[in-house]
């Protein structure tokens, strides 16, 4: 019975085995490890690697909606691109008017007649003020002289004025149906002849022209 030990493999004939192969054997047998460089130029900033990051950003940027948007607008014929354009800027003047320029035009509208009538508003306060200064001025006159000239001005009413004194410088005027004329006629004789002025009044329309109520006045001496 004969043993076969099992001949040892020797580094020499290995790689002269590798020499003697092929050469399309010997591609296959190279390192697929990536290049540790490689990853250094993808990873660390200022080199190539930042550059293709930016490039793929790009890409990525390139292929949403604002990329989808400016092929769309590049697809565009000129004219079209034209016609958008000037819509879009009517538009946007639009805006702009009813937003800032409106509401301020209609302001200035407004303006003019605004002061003219606080203009007229103040020329009836002074016209008020002189005709207070101007009565203001006038000496009061005795008691029965006052209540002479009440009782002469509410005879001319007749059925529609009725007088009561009250004590020696107020008298209360009673209306029954007194027409506007007859309320004016007798409040100027209350004041020229009376040295009067009215300090309440109740009036209410009986009818067209003509009211009811009363008149309380204080009489004797100006305001």
Same mark, same amino acid.
């Given at each position: ?115 003219? +009538?606080?203009?007229?508003?103040? +020329? ?41 004194? +009250? ?50 006045? +204080? ?5």
């Amino acid at each position: 019975m004969s043993w076969r030990l099992p001949r040892p493999s020797l580094p020499w004939r290995r790689d002269r085995a590798a020499a003697d192969a092929p050469d399309s054997l010997q591609d296959s047998r190279l390192d697929t490890r990536v290049d540790p460089s490689m990853d250094s130029r993808l990873e660390s900033p200022g080199t190539g690697g930042s550059s293709l990051l930016s490039r793929l950003d790009d890409s990525r940027l390139d292929s949403g909606p604002a990329g989808a948007l400016q092929g769309r607008w590049q697809a565009l014929a000129p004219r079209e691109r034209l016609l958008l354009a000037i819509g879009g800027t009517v538009l946007a003047g639009g805006l702009l008017w009813s937003v800032a320029l409106a509401p301020a035009w209609r302001t200035l509208q407004r303006v003019p007649a605004e002061i003219a +009538q606080q203009e007229r508003a103040l +020329q009836q306060m002074r016209e008020r003020a002189t005709e207070v200064a101007q009565y203001r001025a006038v000496p009061p006159v005795p008691t029965a002289q006052a209540q002479q000239a009440l009782n002469a001005a509410t005879g001319r009413l007749g059925a529609r004025g009725k007088l009561t004194l +009250q004590g020696q410088d107020r008298a209360v005027l009673a209306c029954s149906a007194c027409s506007g004329a007859d309320l004016v006629t007798w409040l100027a004789e209350l004041r020229a002849g009376a040295r009067g002025h009215v300090t309440e009044a109740t009036l209410t329309q009986s009818a067209p022209g003509r009211y009811d109520g009363q008149l309380v006045v +204080q009489y004797g001496s100006p305001l």
